[in-house]
């Protein structure tokens, strides 16, 4: 595939999983998600989206990095581990906005955060410029995580 058609495709893809999650949790965030009591370093609701962008389209040029790679067995497996961490990524907004799971949403938080980190150091043996890339979502996640910790500790759900 031409390099300039990958980047597009990963920046719709990861592009296309935020729009989507956001547009399949909207109306929680606007409805339960103001009804939950706040830890006190939560941000405004506001801050979430340009974050959320800048780090999709980071995440999208860390993986068009390696995806330019030459053809090779570990380049696979390395997009692959990026894909799965995505599909995390888009399932844990289904899991804590539209189910309210929060104590499940942190588990699989978890989970994200651990396979971002095994992306992050696989990315890291082919293009230690797409590893740096990962690093701020790395970095969101963690607090992400204290943050879904706060909510669970105050809401208890």
Do not use: D
């Not at 547009?23 to 989206?49: C, D, K």
């Not at 030459?70 to 497996?77: D, Q």
């Amino acid at each position: 595939m031409n390099r300039w058609v990958w980047l597009l495709a990963l920046l719709l893809l990861c592009l296309g999983v935020g729009g989507v999650s956001g547009a399949m949790t909207a109306r929680e965030i606007h409805g339960w998600y103001q009804t939950l009591a706040r830890p006190s370093f939560a941000p405004p609701n506001w801050v979430f989206a340009p974050v959320w962008t800048t780090l999709y389209v980071l995440m999208a040029v860390a993986a068009w990095l390696i995806a330019k790679k030459p053809a090779s067995e570990m380049r696979t497996w390395t997009l692959n581990i990026f894909y799965v961490q995505l599909l995390l990524n888009f399932l844990w907004s289904l899991i804590f906005f539209r189910e309210h799971a929060i104590a499940q949403a942190m588990v699989e938080l978890v989970l994200l955060w651990c396979f971002i980190a095994l992306t992050t150091a696989a990315f890291h043996r082919l293009s230690r410029p797409a590893a740096w890339l990962m690093l701020p979502y790395l970095a969101w996640v963690t607090f992400a995580g204290f943050l879904n910790w706060g909510f669970l500790r105050l809401n208890g759900m």
